[in-house]
């Protein structure tokens, strides 16, 4: 199972800091993405980091305000997130198909628990 933390409340242009924990396998292994959802809106994808070459795809909605990067050994993925504005209030999650390279921003085959992420003034 995967796990998201590391969100809360922000005011717009602030940045929060997720982080995506395995339990059961080692997501050192996998490519691991980050997708969320808003109430009254679809699930969309963020980003996602492959396990063989760290090599990253971001959606454009985030593309230059939002870094995912991983830490091999400690079996995390961290997504950095800058510039917030209100339209990122979402759940987040963290994903993986137990593949390792980013063919999609996500997957459902593996999920868990998201963390609320709300940008507001």
């Known amino acids: 199972q995967l796990q998201a933390s590391g969100g809360g409340s922000v005011q717009p242009g602030g940045s929060l800091r997720l982080s995506c924990a395995g339990s059961?396998?080692?997501?050192?292994?996998?490519?691991i993405g980050w997708f969320r959802q808003a109430p009254g809106r679809e699930r969309e994808g963020v980003s996602c980091?492959?396990?063989?070459?760290?090599?990253?795809l971001y959606s454009d909605t985030v593309k230059g305000r939002f870094t995912i990067s991983r830490d091999f050994g400690k079996n995390t993925v961290t997504l950095q997130m800058n510039d917030l504005k209100p339209e990122d209030t979402a759940v987040y999650y963290c994903?993986?198909?137990?593949?390792?390279?980013?063919?999609?921003?996500?997957?459902?085959?593996?999920w868990g628990q998201g963390t609320q992420v709300t940008v507001s003034s």
């Open positions: 994903s993986t198909d137990l593949q390792t390279e980013c063919n999609r921003l996500y997957w459902l085959d593996y």
């Open positions: 059961g396998f080692t997501l050192d292994l996998f490519a």
């Open positions: 980091i492959s396990s063989t070459d760290s090599s990253t």
